[in-house]
């Protein structure tokens, strides 16, 4: 797996509203040109996940059709 170092100074992170005020969270930052950024909210200068947003579009479409077991 390659790391790619990218600024995520300017993002601008939310998590789910049903998520309430719990701290294990993930956190999504949709506001960068080009890159759909997830990080956990535990962590928040921990490291991110980057995706091209068809990328997270996929994953998203996945999760509601229910492809992904918890």
Same mark, same amino acid.
């Given at each position: 797996? !390659?790391?790619?170092?990218?600024? *995520?100074? =300017? /993002?601008?992170?939310?998590?789910?509203?049903?998520?309430?005020?719990? /701290?294990?969270?993930? #956190?999504?930052?949709? !506001? *960068?040109? =080009?890159? +759909? /950024?997830?990080? &956990?909210?535990? !962590?928040? !200068? =921990?490291?991110? *996940? +980057? $995706?091209?947003?068809? #990328?997270?579009?996929? $994953? *998203? &479409?996945? +999760? /509601? &059709? =229910? &492809?992904? #077991? +918890?």
């Amino acid at each position: 797996m !390659n790391k790619i170092h990218m600024d *995520l100074t =300017g /993002a601008q992170w939310r998590k789910s509203t049903r998520s309430n005020s719990q /701290a294990n969270c993930v #956190e999504v930052a949709r !506001n *960068l040109p =080009g890159v +759909v /950024a997830v990080r &956990d909210s535990k !962590n928040p !200068n =921990g490291p991110a *996940l +980057v $995706f091209t947003p068809p #990328e997270w579009g996929a $994953f *998203l &479409d996945g +999760v /509601a &059709d =229910g &492809d992904f #077991e +918890v």
